[in-house]
């Protein structure tokens, strides 16, 4: 599959050539959108004090709403250069300049529509109406219809399918990657498990008689039993110390350790002693072996 093409990245000086014209366009049109505005307040009979007493929070409105919109232009613009080969037209250099010009062009058609107009506010009126209607047409009209042509066309239905394939074969890549990952993580932990099973029989063998013994012996049994627990928490951390602790578990109720929880049931003995052995075995080794390394006993509430 062919990689899409680079797209290389348009000069500097052009991008901030287009953003000062746009700016000043900008203005420009707001400049014209104002006038209109005051000049209908006139007609219609409001007075210069309201209209002034107005104009305060309108002007921050508007400047907040400028500058959103010149944010998302200057990203639009960023984002435009990777897609170029999708859009030829509304890309283009010119294309460009005459969208970002479209204000001034229209104040321009609107000034040479009102030649021979003497009144300067017919004249004034005629530029705004001018500009309103160029920059409507080419922001709102022309330019959707020419970037919805812009899909139609081979070239670039050719480069969005390359595109969008190569997005898909670097999501596939990812994902494979994480599952590569994730396998090697559960055959190391299984690996580790089995080599601990090896070194740990012997220790969950010993903690599980510790388990069993009387209560006179209850204190020697935990400090022993603690020391068991450290050399597990050195040997290989929490996980370490859980398997010893899963191992016990299934010394104490008679499974096979080796197997931890998952141990096959060896008949063994019933009776108060071994009901006593797996009531211990459920609660001491937790109690005896909090605190050491990050061991914390269970909540019994």
Same mark, same amino acid.
């Given at each position: 599959m062919m990689d899409a093409p680079v797209i290389p990245p348009r000069p500097a000086p052009h991008n901030r050539a287009l953003r000062r014209i746009h700016l000043l366009s900008t203005v420009w049109f707001i400049a014209c959108i104002g006038y209109i505005l005051v000049l209908v307040l006139r007609q219609v009979g409001f007075q210069w004090w309201l209209i002034f007493s107005l104009s305060g929070p309108s002007?921050?409105?508007?400047?907040v709403l400028i500058s959103l919109y010149l944010f998302a232009l200057y990203r639009g613009?960023?984002?435009?250069q990777q897609i170029e080969a999708e859009h030829p037209l509304t890309t283009n250099s010119y294309y460009m300049a005459l969208y970002v010009a479209a204000p001034m062009l229209g104040g321009l058609a609107g000034t040479l529509g009102m030649v021979g107009v003497t009144e300067p506010t017919r004249f004034l009126l005629g530029i705004a109406l001018g500009t309103l209607g160029t920059t409507f047409a080419v922001w709102i009209v022309i330019d959707p219809i020419a970037g919805l042509l812009e899909m139609f066309l /081979? $070239?670039?239905?050719q480069h969005r399918s390359a595109r969008l394939a190569q997005v898909e074969a670097q999501r596939r890549a990812r994902q494979e990657k994480r599952e590569h990952l994730l396998a090697e993580a559960f055959a190391r932990e299984e690996r580790e498990r089995r080599h601990w099973q090896q070194k740990l029989q012997s220790q969950a063998q010993r903690l599980a008689a510790l388990l069993a013994c009387d209560a006179a012996n209850l204190a020697q049994a935990e400090q022993e039993a603690v020391d068991?627990?450290?050399?597990a928490w050195r040997l290989g951390?929490?996980?370490?110390m859980r398997q010893?602790?899963?191992m016990t578990i299934a010394a104490a109720q008679g499974r096979d350790p080796g197997a931890g929880s998952r141990g096959t049931q060896v008949p063994?003995?019933?009776? /108060? $002693?071994v009901s006593r052995s797996r009531d211990r075995s459920a609660d001491y080794l937790s109690y005896w072996w909090d605190g050491v390394g990050d061991w914390h006993r269970p909540s019994w509430d």
């Open positions: 002007a921050l409105v508007v400047l613009m960023g984002e435009t /081979p $070239a670039s239905r068991i627990g450290a050399e951390g929490l996980s370490c010893l602790h899963e063994a003995q019933t009776g /108060p $002693a």
